[in-house]
């Protein structure tokens, strides 16, 4: 190493005089006290030094940019869009948060609970076992009853009529009022609900179907009162037809759901088909069909306690709890008391209130999330393609007595009930079998077009064979036929009842297969159109909902008009041959419009239940135009 004697002496630059503080004197490699500039010498060019030019720039043609580098992307200035479609299934552990992601217990303890529960132990997802099935089977106990009362005047519509003096028309309207007046409370009930919660609403409607099912028993001999009684059982029936299943899913995670829709789904088609077997036999007593009703009432003594105690209010607005100041904590809130006791049971009691809920702010935009659901495409759609078998399912079924209960038939109250056995023992079967989970799993496009397919061969064959076998039975036989037609057993000798009621329960299995495409539909829709789990599960309540109300409405219309078609023969075999080719031809347009539109009936949907927000989707000006 040179020593500083070695050093060159380069000239020292001319350094101009410092206006601010004292130079500071460092140690320099000698030991000596420098100043900081005699130490380090400011570089300045010199002749010897070599100057390297660098490249100039290269522009292209355009003139916009260098060549082979790409500009950086320029920021943009429009709004960010709207999720209006989910491409994949988002999942709290896939996105960056500070909130715990809570799993289930025991051998869900490996799941990932959708939706996820808050900590505050008043959430419904939080709830301890046996209140969450308290709960469920309360609302099961009665959409029992409701399915109970709608068909409970089926066999015995031909007594009524001649009991009070009406014609069979107004025999089958105690039918058909309260069911259309159940699909108009229905939508008002989603609407209340939105409001007030839905604990309300169904403490209301039991209080109307308590009075309805009182009322009845005594004013049988009146028309009149009878049909007022019906409309206040009717007035009551739309919440349990349409608020249950938004029950449900405030109460159960996504992986407990399925067998509890599963069983309602069954309950309520077994219930409806079922009914009038037994009350064809309790209405063979001394007290006529009125005995239907006194048995109804200790059933439903059970079931407004059963509501009272048994169902509290499970709405809950989860969107007001605040992620930022969740910590962790166990995998799921605990109540305070897990177990069935004494003490559970006082506290339980405690926190039990008629009313509890009570929406932040009320406006046009909730009040009409429900009516707009009914109009979203794929609600009308199917509505459209299941509409006429269920709707003829109940015109036939109302029709049973006015068939057979006159010469030469002469059928009693309980074999009117038995030929709805072909639609209780199918349809049951067929409901159960497409709500498990294996066939939503399995739902594609192809699956899809296949049970539709399968669901009109069937509704068909039982639409078209009622009508024709019971008129071909009924003809005039040719010459030489045994017996006279001066017998009584002359014409309907070769009719079959089991044959009758099999055909029955093929139109009801044909229903049932089209209300299994219902749920899985609506998935799909809401799963498109929703931004979170949260408005996917309450647009899915809507729909269904809307479908309900929609079918039960033109279903009540049908009860009204088919007897009047059917009373001939003739009229009956035509009615038939009227309603399987539409209904053909209806599922087949129907099917086209799925598999070829799928996508844009979705996102109609989105638009018309005011999901996107079309007012930023406004083409705005690009970052590259110029002025």
């Not at 909130?99 to 939080?126: F, H």
């Not at 009313?355 to 979203?376: E, F, G, H, K, N």
């Not at 074999?415 to 079967?429: I, Q, V």
């Amino acid at each position: 190493m040179e020593s500083p004697k070695d050093l060159p002496n380069l000239p020292r630059l001319d350094i101009p005089p410092s206006t601010g503080p004292k130079p500071v004197l460092v140690s320099s490699p000698t030991g000596t006290l420098r100043s900081r500039e005699s130490l380090f010498k400011i570089w300045s060019p010199t002749d010897g030094d070599i100057i390297m030019e660098l490249p100039k720039p290269s522009f292209g043609a355009s003139g916009k940019g260098f060549k082979g580098v790409r500009p950086p992307r320029p920021i943009s200035k429009d709004p960010p869009r709207p999720m209006t479609a989910s491409t994949k299934r988002l999942s709290f552990s896939s996105i960056a948060s500070k909130r715990t992601i809570k799993y289930g217990n025991g051998k869900y303890s490996g799941v990932e609970l959708a939706p996820q529960p808050s900590d505050d132990s008043e959430d419904p997802l939080n709830w301890p076992t046996w209140r969450k099935n308290l709960n469920f089977f309360s609302l099961i106990y009665m959409v029992s009853l409701v399915g109970v009362m709608k068909t409970i005047y089926i066999s015995v519509n031909s007594n009524i009529a001649m009991r009070n003096g009406v014609s069979y028309t107004a025999a089958v309207a105690l039918t058909a009022v309260p069911l259309m007046v159940s699909s108009l409370t229905g939508m008002a009930s989603q609407v209340v609900s939105k409001v007030v919660g839905k604990r309300p609403v169904y403490l209301v409607s039991t209080s109307f179907m308590f009075v309805g099912v009182m009322w009845g028993m005594s004013v049988l001999d009146s028309y009149g009162q009878n049909m007022a009684a019906r409309v206040f059982q009717g007035l009551g029936w739309g919440a349990f037809d349409t608020l249950v299943l938004g029950s449900l899913q405030d109460t159960f995670f996504d992986h407990e759901l399925n067998p509890r829709v599963m069983v309602h789904n069954a309950v309520s088609v077994a219930t409806t088909w079922g009914a009038p077997l037994l009350g064809g036999v309790a209405s063979l007593s001394p007290l006529g069909f009125g005995l239907q009703f006194e048995i109804l009432s200790c059933f439903f003594s059970v079931g407004v306690l059963l509501i009272v105690f048994g169902v509290p209010e499970t709405t809950f607005d989860r969107a007001s709890f605040s992620v930022a100041e969740t910590t962790a904590g166990p995998s799921r809130p605990n109540w305070s008391h897990d177990s069935f006791s004494k003490v559970a049971a006082k506290d339980y009691l405690q926190r039990m209130k008629p009313w509890s809920y009570m929406a932040s702010a009320i406006d046009s935009t909730l009040l009409l999330q429900a009516p707009r659901a009914v109009i979203a495409p794929t609600t009308m759609l199917l509505c459209l393609v299941s509409l006429l078998p269920y709707a003829t399912l109940w015109g036939y079924a109302s029709s049973l007595s006015l068939l057979f209960s006159v010469m030469p038939f002469m059928l009693s109250t309980s074999n009117m009930g038995a030929l709805l056995a072909g639609p209780f023992l199918l349809a049951s079967a067929v409901a159960v079998a497409l709500s498990m989970s294996a066939f939503a799993k399995r739902f594609t496009p192809t699956v899809h077009v296949a049970t539709l397919a399968a669901a009109t061969t069937v509704a068909s064959i039982g639409t078209l064979g009622f009508g024709l076998y019971i008129q071909g039975c009924m003809t005039m036989p040719t010459s030489g036929a045994e017996g006279t037609m001066w017998e009584l057993n002359f014409i309907g000798a070769k009719l079959s009842f089991p044959v009758v009621s099999f055909l029955l329960g093929l139109l009801a299995a044909g229903s049932a297969a089209f209300d299994a495409t219902v749920s899985p539909m609506i998935q799909r829709s809401t799963t498109f159109t929703s931004a979170n789990l949260s408005i996917c599960l309450r647009n899915t309540a809507h729909m269904n909902a809307g479908f309900t109300s929609l079918r039960n409405f033109v279903a009540g219309a049908f009860i009204l008009a088919i007897p009047n078609a059917v009373w001939m023969w003739d009229g009956l075999k035509s009615a038939a041959i009227g309603l399987g080719m539409a209904q053909i031809f209806v599922a087949a347009a129907v099917t086209y419009v799925w598999w070829r539109w799928e996508e844009n009936v979705r996102r109609l949907d989105g638009r018309l239940m005011g999901l996107v927000d079309l007012s930023v989707l406004k083409q705005q000006a690009s970052f590259f135009d110029t002025s």
